[in-house]
Structure formats: C-alpha cells, structure tokens
C-alpha cells in the first residue's frame, strides 16, 4: 500500500511575522508586509518598495561565523526549519538522521553574496573576492546546510524553478516518503532578493509595481489597476511524515498531501500560457494523483501576483478546469499582503494553505478594490473568512512556464 504523507511542522518567516503565528496572525487581520525599501539606496531606482524582513535576528538559532558565512537567504531557510522541526517536535526527540532528508530551493540563490562579491572584485580587484563566496551562493547550499547542522543524512539536494521552486520541493519531498527513501522530509524554500540588481532587472522588464507612493496597497491580485508584483523575500518551511510514523508519535497532523501536478506551459520565458493551459493541466494532475473529484476542493491559495497577465490566466484556468464549480470556490491571493517571495513563494504559501485546512480560517486578498470581468472568482476580497474546508489546493507558476499544484486534504483523523 503506498505511503501517506502528512504535514506534522511548520515554519515562516516573511514580510508580515517572523514566525509562524506572527505571520498567520498578520495574514488574518490583512496587514501588508510591504514599504519603502530600507536595505539599500533606491535612488535612480523606478520603483522603491519591497516586501522585506523586519527585525531579523538570526542570533537566536546561528552562532556568529555561520551568520558571516551564509548568505542571508541560507539563514532564512535555517531558521525556518528550525521552527518547524520544533514544531513537529524533532528537536527533543530526535529521529534517525539517515531516515531524513532535506529540499530546500531557491530561485536565485545568493544573490546578495553575489552582488557583494561582484563589488569586491570590480573595484579591489580579485584577491578581495571571498573564498566563501561559490558556496555561499550556490542555490542548494540551504538544504545542505540545515542537513548539517541537524545530522539529517536522507535524500538531499536543491530545486531551481524560479516561482514554482518552494512548491515543486514539496512535490519532490513527498515522492521520496512515498518510495521509502525516507520517513521524514524537511522542505521548501527560500529566497532574499531584495537587492539593488534584483529590483533594478525586475522593474527594468516592467514585473514590479511602480506604486512607490502607496506600497502597502501595491500588491492587488486580481484588482483592475494592479499594475505589477511587489518583490518580498522569506522562507516556508515545512516537515513532512510518513502518516503511520506521524500517528505513532501522536504528533499534531496540520494536513495531508494528497496529490501534485507539475507541468510546463512550453509557451514563453516570462509570459503565462494565455489561457492557463499548463495551470489547467496541474490541477487535473493533482486532482487525479488525489484520487478526488473537483468539487471537494473548497479553497485555493492562488499564485496571484498582481501581474496583468498571470491573474486573467490563472482565473481563466480555474474556469477551464472547473467549469460551474469555480463561482463556489474560495480564491485568496496572501501575496497582497507578503509580496512575492519568488522561489520561497510555494513553502510559504502552501503552509498557509495547511493552516486554513487545520484552523477554519481562510487569509483575504487585500487591495481588492477595482473588480476586472476577467477576474471574477470569490477572491475572499479585504476581510479574513470563517470556512471548514477539507480540501485545498496551493498553485506556483513561474518563469521558464514552470506550473507545480499541491493538493492538500485536512488531517485525515478529522476527517
């Protein structure tokens, strides 16, 4: 009989809250995490908002060399998983480190450590460049690291599919239980991109908004006058657990993955398929790899960027694939609120997408002010709801047409 995989740890920390309940919290209440950029001098710069990390202070899990030697966004991932390994109660309890492994992604990787290494060598020449710079940067040093530091010997590696990364991980990291290759899977993904090139290369091919004068309400999914993404930056961590092994511990069940599709638009390097062909395809993926009809799913964490094209794509695809059923469904995009957190955007969002199965409480879209007749689903617009759902999806696109769905269903005790 093939493995069950349930969600028994969850970590966050991202634009609105630094950890879990900080940021759930935040995303019920509807607060944007984003504002004026403060990390770097935006001058010359069309746009100068972003979603940043307030108050982060990696000293509470990483000693002083590892805060100098990993880039900012490895720390992110570390302590994300920190948090969720205490979660799941694996810190007191430790489990066989060789029954455990690790996916952790990035879209970009070190982009900061890059950046500053590219200054040192334009301007003191190369012997000024770091000699840790190559694995500071690299974008699977995350799940090497946080393997290291935890002894976790299993299955082990990164995953690179820009806005998909977080989301395709936990794909991966399911499929590694259900073969037996390891009991438990720490995953997701990470990302801090907030930096003068990223947001130079991002505003200069026209994705972010420019809504420098107002950036709390510059992210709105689904808005008529959305104009554009707001960079954010972050990790969500998740464990997940062979269910037999979870109920054996008695730990608390957030939710179950019931199913995934991954596909490919095969259509333009940033631009969406324009009619959510690929989008479409995933969920008919994940809802056959669940073994589920399309009218038990009650919620959908949606990609929602607040991009012009991939909100009428990605409304468009849940119409083709759900046909009458979509005008009952219950669409929020929690990027209004935390701003796209690139290849960190799948972790973070699929974990929210966890907690709404296990608390009954659906996060809004804020800044839905302006409705668009080619966005016209429930978009659980400005106010948190109160809904019992037992099955949710989480959709991640992103550039390359990378399309990864993760279906999840309620701790199947309580169901």
């Keep these: 009989m093939e493995r069950r995989v349930v969600i028994t740890g969850i970590g966050m920390i991202c634009p609105v809250g630094n950890t879990r309940e900080d940021a759930w919290g935040n995303l019920l209440a509807g607060r944007s995490g984003t504002g004026t950029i403060e990390s770097f ?71 900061l450590t890059f950046e ?49 990364t977080g989301a395709h991980a936990l794909a991966d990291a399911a499929l590694q239980i259900k073969a037996g290759r390891a009991e438990v899977m720490v995953c997701g993904g990470a990302e801090a991109t907030v930096s003068p090139m990223a ?17 709390s309400r510059a992210s709105r999914p689904f808005d008529a006058e959305r104009d554009g993404f707001v960079m954010g930056e972050g990790a969500g961590v998740l464990v997940l657990e062979d ?16 199913g995934a599709g991954v596909t490919a638009d095969a259509h333009h390097i940033t631009a969406p398929h324009p009619e959510g062909l690929g989008a479409r395809n995933a969920m008919a993926m994940a809802i056959r790899e669940g073994g589920i009809q399309p009218e038990a799913v009650g919620y959908i964490n949606a990609h929602g960027t607040s991009t012009p094209y991939n909100d009428r794509t990605e409304t468009a695809a849940m119409r083709s694939f759900f046909g009458p059923l979509a005008d009952k469904l219950k669409v929020s995009s929690t990027k209004s609120m935390t701003g796209h957190l690139l290849g960190a955007a799948g972790g973070l969002e699929s974990a929210i997408t966890a907690l709404v199965l296990d608390r009954g409480k659906i996060p809004p879209t804020i800044n839905y002010e302006n409705p668009d007749p080619e966005c ?28 990864v769905v993760l279906l999840l269903g309620r701790d199947p005790n309580r169901r």
């Design 41 to 111: 001098d935006t001058e010359g710069y069309s746009v100068t908002i972003a979603g940043e990390v307030k108050d982060f202070d990696p000293s509470a899990v990483l000693d002083a060399k590892e805060i100098k030697t990993w880039d900012r966004y490895a720390q992110f991932a570390a302590l994300a998983a920190e948090e969720a390994l205490a979660d799941a109660g694996l810190l007191d309890d430790k489990p066989d480190g060789q029954q455990v492994g690790v996916i952790i992604g990035s879209g970009i990787g070190g982009m």
């Design 376 to 403: 016209d689903l429930d978009y659980v617009p400005n106010a948190a709801i109160e809904a019992e759902v037992d099955t949710a999806m989480s959709t991640s696109l992103g550039f390359g047409g990378h399309n």
């Design 243 to 258: 269910y037999e092994r979870a109920k054996a511990r008695g730990v608390k069940i957030y939710a179950e993955v019931l």
């Design 199 to 215: 947001v130079a290369g991002f505003s200069n091919m026209k994705a972010l908004s420019a809504r420098n004068d107002d950036p």
């Design 116 to 164: 500053k290494n590219h200054r040192a060598l334009v301007e003191r020449g190369p012997r000024r460049v770091s000699p840790f710079f190559i694995p500071m940067m690299i974008g699977n040093i995350a799940s090497g690291l946080v393997s290291m530091r935890h002894g976790f010997m299993g299955p082990n590696y990164g995953v690179v599919s820009a806005c998909a």
